[in-house]
Structures are given as structure tokens and as C-alpha cells.
């Protein structure tokens, strides 16, 4: 019997939350789909405006339109409609691919709502990690829609109770679809981190170049503590050794939460961390956590309980997909 086909939409060297979520995807299809077969839909935001014929990367696209697939999995993503999915939207619309969403997040204007509420109809389960994600699939015809989490949450690594405090830092301003925005609570961050530096072993950690770069402006006298990698396991490593998690990003505190730490994500308000209240992640303006008893973070054992109580309910609901 020949291996499935599954073609995994991601978005490809834009950042470290969209490999982990497609780290998690894999690691899930694989239990349900033992040798299959690995392909990748790039919807990254720097090939939007690239047409498929022009482009040279090992990626599928409409210029390789005799691949047929088995599956297309949606891993994971802060969106998952919008510029960048129209291609595959089309495809499945047109060829009838079954279709699974994994844990993805928020929704754009879609290019063509016609299209995508054909392309809806092949959708066998769709798992948002927000209800803003679920509550616009089912709008758009998907009849097997669920709020979970996502898939990223499924990863696991032995961790280290004596480590150090892990601070993961987003920049401001250099890379605009990466920054923080907000220079007040970027200052205010910056001044937390620089405190907890200086009164407990920390590791500043920078999940894009951008982010590296700044962290290196910004915390000069603790450059030893700054990492940045293009290695996905690199970071698995190092929030492992930590034991604790202060996140600037979203997705460093998933992982955070994903590995079992204290964790807790420093924002004022932004919508997508929303999607961390489903994983009992607390989410705290900066000037809310005291840099001298490190409060307001995450229960382990909460969030232990709830990766084992979504685990069974997603593997499940893929398990009924697939069959």
C-alpha cells in the first residue's frame, strides 16, 4: 500500500511559533498516518505577490498541477485564510481534497469567499486554537468545528528545575510583521527584563533575527544570555533548561506551557492571546508582574492536566477524520 500524501500548509522561514505548530501537526499526522508522505504549501507573506510560475522553491504551487494529495493539513498558523492561501483554496475547491485544520488562529478577509466556502465543504475537521477562528469556519460552512488549541501544545521535553529564567524578547520597529508596536510597553518590558537580569540568571531568548539584532542593543551587559537559532530544537533545548518562562511572544509561551514551566505572557491587549486563556496561560501587562517574587505565572499541573485532557480529544477527533 502505497504511503499517503499529505500536503501541510505552513508559512516557511518567517518564525520560530509556525514551525512549532508544524513540529506539533507532523508529530500528529504521523500517529494517524504511520510513513506518510511530507509536502509543504508556503503561505508566506513574501510570496503573496510572487505568481507560482516564477517561483523556484521545493514547495507546491498551481505550477505542479499533476501532484495530487490524500490530505491537506492547515498546521497551525495565526491565520489561516486571506492572500497566501487563495492558491491551495482554489485547488481544494476544484479537486476535492480532503482537508483538516489544525489549531489555527484568527482569520483574514478571505480573497474569494466563494471560493473558500467550496473549498470548506472538504473539510473532514477543523480545530481553531481561539473561538474567533471556530466561530468564522462555522460561518463559512465547516460542519465539524471545534476551539481546542494548538498543536504546538503536544510537544514535550525532559526540563530542568534549576535553570535559569527564560526571557523571551520580541523587538520593536526593525521588521514591522514582527514587532511589538507598542513603544510604551516595549520600554516597560525592556525595563522588567533588565531587572529580573539583574537579580536572577536569565537567558534573553529571540525567536527572529530582527529580535536578536535589538536584544543585543538593548541588554548589552548580558550578551552571554542572549540565543537565537534558525534550529527549531535549539529552542526546545533552551526553554527545557529554563525554569521559568516570561514571554514577549505568543508562542513562547505556548511552549512554555507545552514543556510544563511557570509560565506567563507579557502583553496589554492583544486579541490572539486569547487563544492562551484555553491553555490556563495568564496573560499580564508588564507592569503586573514584580521582577522580586516573579508572580502571576502559570500553573504546571493546570496545564499538565489540560495537554493530557486536549491530547485525548484531538488525536480522537483525527483518529474519526482519517478513517
Known amino acids: 500500500m502505497k504511503p499517503a500524501r499529505v ?7 518567517w518564525g520560530v511559533g509556525d514551525e ?41 504551487g498551481t505550477r505542479w498541477p499533476s501532484i495530487e ?3 491537506v493539513v492547515h498546521s497551525g498558523g495565526n491565520c489561516w485564510t486571506g492572500a497566501g492561501h487563495d492558491d491551495l483554496e482554489a485547488a481544494v475547491a476544484q479537486r476535492g481534497w480532503p482537508v483538516i485544520y489544525l489549531g489555527v488562529g484568527m482569520a483574514n478577509h478571505p480573497v474569494n ?7 470548506m465543504k472538504h473539510v473532514r475537521l477543523f480545530i481553531g486554537r481561539d473561538e474567533i477562528a471556530r466561530g468564522h469556519a462555522a460561518r463559512l460552512g465547516a460542519k465539524n468545528a471545534h476551539c481546542i488549541c494548538c498543536p504546538s501544545f503536544f510537544l514535550d521535553a525532559e526540563t530542568k528545575a534549576n535553570g535559569p529564567v527564560g526571557l523571551v524578547f520580541q523587538g520593536l520597529g526593525e521588521i514591522p510583521s514582527h514587532s511589538c508596536y507598542n513603544p510604551d510597553i516595549f520600554a516597560g518590558e525592556v525595563g522588567l527584563f533588565r531587572r529580573v537580569s539583574a537579580a536572577k540568571p536569565t537567558r534573553i531568548i529571540c525567536h527572529f533575527i530582527g529580535d536578536y ?22 529552542y526546545i533545548r533552551w526553554y527545557s533548561e529554563c525554569s521559568k518562562i516570561m514571554s ?3 508562542h513562547g509561551a505556548y511552549l512554555g506551557a507545552a514543556l510544563g514551566l511557570p509560565t506567563v505572557c507579557l502583553k496589554a491587549k492583544m486579541l490572539k492571546c486569547e487563544a492562551l486563556k484555553h491553555i490556563a496561560i495568564p496573560v499580564v501587562h ?5 521582577s522580586d517574587d516573579l508572580g502571576g505565572f502559570s500553573n504546571p499541573a493546570e496545564t499538565e492536566k489540560l495537554k493530557a485532557q486536549y491530547g485525548a480529544e484531538v488525536r480522537q477527533l483525527l483518529k474519526e477524520a482519517v478513517a
Open 286 to 290: 508588564p507592569d503586573a508582574v514584580r
Open 20 to 60: 512549532l505548530a508544524l513540529r506539533g501537526s507532523i508529530a500528529l499526522m504521523e500517529e494517524q498516518l504511520p510513513g506518510h508522505l511530507k509536502f509543504f504549501a508556503d503561505s508566506s507573506p513574501d510570496l503573496q505577490h510572487v505568481p507560482c510560475k516564477e517561483r523556484t522553491s521545493d514547495i507546491w
Open 69 to 71: 494529495f490524500d490530505l
Open 7 to 13: 500536503l501541510y500548509q505552513t508559512i516557511s522561514d
Open 113 to 119: 469567499e466563494a471560493v473558500l466556502r467550496d473549498s
Open 213 to 234: 539584532a535589538e536584544a543585543m542593543k538593548q541588554f548589552p551587559e548580558y550578551a552571554d544570555r542572549i540565543v537565537y537559532s534558525r534550529v527549531i530544537d535549539d
Open 248 to 250: 514577549m511572544r505568543f
